[in-house]
């Protein structure tokens, strides 16, 4: 579920199996995983994202990814509409 927090878009997610890793490192995650995004724009061409995974049955404790930004120059041009 999504939500304002000011002026950053939290994005909660839970529900998570035990059956695929974290990530592409193949850090295990538990069916206790709690997934936090957190979206601010930082200036018209900047999105900062930060990422926390709580899994008290995988790990020892919370895991919070240093927020890191991103600018539209650096992934290119969006484009709107659907691929085909």
């Excluded at 579920?1 to 199996?17: L, Q």
């Excluded at 008290?56 to 600018?71: D, G, I, L, R």
Aim: glycine share 8%; proline share 5%.
């Amino acid at each position: 579920m999504g939500k304002w927090e000011g002026d950053t878009f939290v994005v909660d997610t839970i529900g998570f199996n035990d059956r695929l890793w974290a990530d592409v490192f193949g850090s295990p995650r538990s069916n206790q995983m709690h997934l936090t995004e957190r979206y601010r724009r930082l200036n018209h061409d900047t999105l900062e994202l930060q990422i926390i995974m709580d899994d008290p049955k995988a790990y020892t404790k919370t895991w919070v990814n240093p927020p890191n930004s991103t600018s539209w120059s650096q992934c290119g041009k969006l484009r709107s509409g659907s691929a085909s």
